[in-house]
């Protein structure tokens, strides 16, 4: 059965940034001119190289876009979920994660958004047939790929680029994935949303896309950022599988007889 899902007419595209005063005013451009009519949220984290003042003198010219000046660096997820909470209160249908540095390219973005139609996260996929990545070392393509294989096995997820952060979400989606309870940050922070839609039963889409590394600027990921990302994958893959154990234990499980108390669960496999 096909699910009907509401057209997609007010976009919040969330742009996080932390010392990108010399890529902000081009990603903004490319964003306006790929998609006019949404509205445009800066979310800086008190950047010390003046990104924040650039932003205020782009947000004069421009009543579409909207600058959030945040308190101190707080990381990624932070950013995007205050980003989320303003989409939701503004009432708008959809909101899109982006980088800041040009490695998500925005004329990529009215296709994310036309799968929408049919779901309610699409994900721009780089490890996907159609996705590349330009400007990659081996060794930076090999960390990626594997993180992503070892989620999607640990996890027992079919999404093949769960740490992509170039994504869109319906914001009737975000409403249902229990975002207060949302800690991770990075890649990891990618990761956990993804999970948590899968387990919304939502639908979730991947669309290829192409990856560009930046030309400006420094990367922001970390040794503490891929490290976040391994141990909470991990246990929350070793959740994932102690509770397909103990559901095909309880399935294996023969019924008691009548009259005949059912054993304590934590009595099963003990030596007699």
């Known amino acids: 059965m096909t699910t009907q899902r509401e057209p997609v007419a ?10 990108e005063r010399d890529n902000l005013p081009l990603i903004l451009a490319r964003l306006r001119a790929s998609v006019p009519a949404a509205d445009l949220f800066v979310l800086d984290d008190n950047s010390p190289d003046g990104t924040g003042t650039v932003a205020d003198e782009l947000a004069a010219q421009d009543d579409r876009i909207r600058v959030v000046h945040r308190a101190g660096k707080e990381g990624l997820g932070r950013a995007y979920l205050a980003g989320f909470a303003l989409a939701l209160e503004g009432g708008y ?12 390219q925005p004329e990529q973005l009215p296709q994310i958004l036309a799968a929408l139609t049919d779901a309610d996260l699409v994900i721009g996929a780089r490890w996907i047939p159609g996705g590349q990545v330009r400007n990659w070392p081996l060794r930076r393509k090999l960390l990626s ?15 093949n680029d769960a740490t992509a952060g170039y ?49 400006v600027g420094v990367s922001k990921m970390g040794q503490d950022i891929v490290r ?6 991990t246990k929350w893959g070793l959740e994932h599988r102690v509770g397909q154990l103990r559901s095909a234990l309880q399935r294996k499980r023969p019924p008691a007889s009548a009259g005949e108390p059912e054993p304590d669960p934590v009595d099963l496999g003990r030596e007699p």
């Open 10 to 19: 007010r976009v919040a595209v969330l742009v996080p940034t932390y010392n």
């Open 93 to 104: 249908d959809a909101a899109v994660e982006i980088d800041a540095d040009g490695s998500h």
């Open 145 to 159: 790929v594997g993180a992503n294989l070892y989620t999607k096995v640990l996890l027992g997820m079919g999404v």
């Open 167 to 215: 994504r869109a979400y319906r914001t009737s989606a975000l409403r249902t994935m229990d975002l207060n309870g949302v800690e991770s940050q990075g890649y990891c922070f990618q990761i956990d949303l993804t999970l948590r839609a899968i387990r919304a039963g939502l639908t979730v889409v991947e669309v290829p896309i192409t990856f560009v590394e930046r030309e």
């Open 228 to 233: 976040e990302a391994l141990l909470n994958v």
